[in-house]
């Protein structure tokens, strides 16, 4: 019943079936544990934990894997380092469990403690494609490029196969790098592999790689090749040409898009509206700004507001500006 309630998300139900009962033994605390990790409520999965061991109830690789999981989500460094210390380390479990070590290089990654990330990888001896994407990511998003290409040479020496999510993020450290000739060698792997055939997440990374490091013709070829396109592989497009100053190219783009009948989301209008301030197209701005406001978008994300505020006082128009200023909340 509490593993019923709990994976169906009525916790607080779960909650009292779990106090209720006479016995409670570890099957039930993960039970009850696992739901709350499920369903994002991270700070109460570790509270569970520690009631845990309160009540003298040894964790399992089950406990630990949702514990170290919450303490990634919610960036608590100190407690994911607390459960490395006194459950993993003090031997409770094999040092060889690689799905241990995994859930242990995520926590860091997340938590941005990338160079103790890098040691577990670098220690354990059954390392798979699951340990080094975690740690792909962690460099990619901490903007550390080169470190996540050498993590990827290093993979493929290694003998492991690339998969989805290592071919997108690495495609990011390539874009954010400007590494054009590496994201085009990676590029011919996902084709020969047979990646691309209608996986829009690789065909938009890809669009976004070349976007990124400024050429454009690819990018083109890409998107068009692409058997859908949608509003993220549009937008990654749009905000490349914003980001190498080419604004009528990136308009241009934005009105390709609603042509094909795609309604522009927040990451796309932040980005065209940037593009009308880098030219001063004060007419076009205003025109997005009205769509803006008959959407209801202004009022549920205030960084549209800011954009707005941007591109106003870009183009000169500045009471304009300082009206939307005044405005927000």
Not at 125 to 151: F, H, K, M, T
Request: one cysteine or more.
């Amino acid at each position: 019943l509490v593993h019923m309630y709990a994976q169906c998300g009525v916790l607080t139900k779960a909650q009292a079936v779990f106090d209720n009962l006479l016995v409670r033994d570890r099957i039930s605390w993960n039970a009850l544990l696992t739901g709350y990790a499920k369903h994002g409520h991270n700070v109460d999965a570790l509270n569970c934990f520690e009631e845990m061991r309160v009540e003298g109830i040894a964790p399992d690789p089950v406990t630990l894997l949702c514990c170290l999981k919450a303490c990634g989500n919610i960036g608590s460094i100190v407690k994911g380092e607390k459960i490395h210390d006194g459950s993993i380390n003090k031997g409770l479990f094999m040092e060889k469990d690689i799905m241990l070590n995994n859930a242990l290089v995520d926590m860091y990654v997340k938590c941005g403690v990338l160079q103790k990330a890098q040691q577990l990888v670098d220690e354990h001896p059954d390392r798979n494609v699951i340990s080094w994407n975690s740690l792909i990511s962690g460099y990619v998003q901490e903007e550390q490029y080169d470190e996540a290409l050498n993590c990827f040479d290093r993979m493929q020496n290694e003998g492991h196969v690339p998969d989805m999510v290592t071919f997108t993020c690495i495609l990011n450290a390539c874009g954010g790098k400007g590494a054009f000739e590496k994201g085009e060698q990676i590029h011919k792997e996902i084709v020969n592999n047979g990646l691309l055939d209608k996986n829009i997440v690789l065909g938009t990374a890809l669009v976004d790689m070349y976007a990124k490091c400024g050429h454009f013709v690819r990018a083109h070829q890409v998107l068009d090749q692409l058997s859908v396109r949608d509003v993220v592989s549009w937008s990654v497009l749009i905000a490349g040409y914003t980001l190498h100053g080419q604004g009528h190219d990136a308009i241009n783009s934005f009105d390709s898009m609603q042509i094909e009948g795609l309604s522009p989301d927040v990451v796309t209008l932040i980005s065209v509206l940037k593009a009308c301030g880098s030219i001063g197209l004060l007419d076009r701005g205003k025109q997005i700004h009205d769509d803006i406001v008959t959407r209801g978008l202004l009022d549920r994300h205030a960084i549209l507001a800011n954009a707005l505020v941007d591109m106003y006082g870009k183009c000169g128009a500045l009471t304009k500006a300082q009206q939307i200023h005044d405005q927000l909340p």
